[in-house]
C-alpha cells in the first residue's frame, strides 16, 4: 500500500489562508496599537523581554584619568573584568566625561582612580572624588552627555562610600546622582535627583525628588527610615521609566532598601532626557569626599 501525503481542496487552501492572515493582522494591530501607546518607541520591560546589561566597570585593568581639558576629564580604557570601555556611549550618548564646574583651577575639586578596601573587602580600584570648597556652584559629576535615546527606561547602580564629616552640621545637603531633560535649564524640563540631606539636629536623612526647577519640585519623598550610611560602602540603585502620566516610576533603592519608589511624572512637557550625571559629588556640605565603585547599566530593572 502507498501512502500519499495528506492534501488539502483548493477551497480548504483559500479558507486557511484567509483564516491565517486575519490573525497576523490581529497580531499586527495589536503590536501597533502597543507601538503608539510608548510614543512610537519599543517599550523596555516588555513582559518577554529581559534587561539588557549596557555597560559595568569597576575601574579594573588599564581604566584611568586622561589629563583635564578645559574643564572636562575623560575615563578611558577597558575594565579587564567585565570588558566594557570607556568613556560611556549608552542611549546614542557622545563625549561622557567628569565635569568640573567652578573648580578654581581644579583646586576646589579632584578625581582619582584609587586602590582601596572595596565592599566585600578585598582590594578594588574606586574612583574617588573631594570637594574641598565651593566657590558657587562647585561640583564634578560624571556627566553621560549629548543622549539622543532619552525616552527610554533605565537602572543604574554603583557602590558608594561617602565621608562622616560633610553631614555633621545642621542644614546641609549633598546629591550623588542627578538627570536633567532637554530644556531644564530654560523652566521648561525636568530634573530627577536623589539628596542626602541633614536637619536641624545634623541628622542625615535621604530625599528623592523630581523638579521642574530646583525650588520647585513637581514631586518629592523624604525617608527618614532608612539610615544613612557613613564611612561605608552602600549600594545604591535608581529605576525610571520616562512618562507624562501615570505610569511613569521612579525608583531608589539603598541596600535593597526602597528610599522612594514614585508612581507618576517623571518628565515635564514630553521633553526627552538631554544627560545623566551617573556620578556626581555636589552640595554645601564641605569638605566632602566619597569613591565609586562597581557600576552597571541596564535597559530595565533586573528582577
Known amino acids: 500500500m502507498v501512502y500519499k501525503p495528506f492534501e488539502l481542496s483548493s477551497g480548504e487552501q483559500r479558507a486557511g489562508f484567509l483564516k491565517m492572515s486575519k490573525c497576523v493582522f490581529a497580531v499586527s494591530v495589536l503590536l501597533a496599537a502597543t507601538m503608539l501607546s ?52 549608552i542611549l546614542g550618548a557622545t563625549g561622557s566625561s567628569l565635569h568640573y564646574i567652578d573648580h578654581d583651577n581644579y583646586k576646589a575639586v579632584e578625581s582619582e582612580i584609587q586602590t582601596v578596601t572595596g565592599h566585600n573587602g ?6 574617588y572624588n573631594i570637594e574641598h570648597y565651593d566657590l558657587d556652584v562647585t561640583q564634578c559629576p560624571y556627566e553621560i552627555l549629548d543622549i539622543t535615546n532619552g525616552a527610554n527606561d533605565l537602572y543604574i547602580k554603583f557602590w558608594i562610600k561617602i565621608d562622616s564629616i560633610s553631614l555633621c552640621q545642621p542644614d546641609m545637603w549633598r546629591t550623588f546622582f542627578e538627570w536633567k531633560t532637554v530644556d531644564y535649564a530654560a523652566g521648561d524640563g525636568f530634573r530627577l535627583i536623589s539628596f542626602v540631606y541633614s536637619d536641624q539636629k545634623g541628622d542625615p536623612y535621604w530625599h528623592w525628588q523630581g523638579d521642574a526647577e530646583p525650588d520647585k519640585p513637581v514631586w518629592e519623598i523624604d525617608n527618614r527610615e532608612v539610615p544613612v550610611p557613613v564611612n561605608e560602602w552602600f549600594l545604591t540603585e535608581f ?34 532626557i538631554d544627560f545623566v550625571m551617573l556620578t556626581q559629588i555636589y552640595g554645601n556640605s564641605n569638605p566632602k569626599y566619597q569613591w565609586i565603585d562597581d557600576i552597571e547599566i541596564w535597559t530595565g530593572l533586573p528582577e
Do not use: M
Open 38 to 89: 510608548c510614543n512610537g518607541r519599543v517599550p523596555f520591560g516588555l513582559p518577554d523581554q529581559e534587561p539588557v546589561l549596557l555597560f559595568s566597570s569597576g575601574f579594573e585593568g588599564d581604566v584611568y584619568l586622561a589629563d583635564p581639558d578645559d574643564g572636562y576629564q575623560y575615563i578611558l580604557g577597558t575594565d579587564s573584568v567585565t570588558g566594557f570601555g570607556w568613556p560611556v556611549s
Open 122 to 127: 578585598t582590594p578594588t580600584r574606586a574612583l
Open 239 to 272: 529605576y525610571w521609566h520616562w512618562s507624562e502620566g501615570s505610569d511613569g516610576r521612579a525608583l531608589w533603592r539603598v541596600n535593597g532598601q526602597i528610599i522612594g519608589d514614585h508612581y507618576g511624572p517623571t518628565t515635564r512637557n514630553s521633553k526627552p
